[in-house]
Nanobody, 124 residues
């Protein structure tokens, strides 16, 4: 069973940066599409960014355009989400999700495996 582990969250001041990581326990993510999602208290889960198994990527929300970059390392494990110019409204639990052989893109229902999430808090 593929298990995803997110790391890299924390408390950061507005304007700061964080790099989140998504790694698979006991597996490599070579053939998986990976999506990053977030959920703030009282709000619905929102897509942030995704990357396909071949490396094609896109952001899911206009609110993060120009501020987040998703990437995979040369061995395609883990997958990173670089977030810059963070704002208080970016505060949320961030989840990575994975699915194989599916054009999942920004649709959470298409992903099969989910991590436990990592908290990102942007506050002065």
């Amino acid at each position: 069973q593929l298990q995803l582990v997110e790391s890299g969250g924390g408390l950061v001041h507005p304007g700061g940066s964080l790099r989140l990581s998504c790694a698979a326990s006991g597996f490599t993510l070579d053939y998986y599409a990976i999506g990053w999602f977030r959920q703030a208290p009282g709000k619905e889960r929102e897509g942030v960014s995704y990357i396909s198994s071949s490396g094609g990527s896109a952001n899911c929300a206009d609110s993060v355009k120009g501020r987040v970059t998703i990437s995979r390392d040369n061995a395609k494990n883990p997958v990173y989400l670089q977030m810059n110019s963070l704002k208080p409204e970016d505060t949320a639990v961030y989840y990575c999700a994975a699915v194989r052989n599916v054009q999942a893109m920004c649709v959470p229902e298409r992903y099969e495996h989910w991590g436990q999430g990592t908290q990102v808090t942007v506050s002065s």
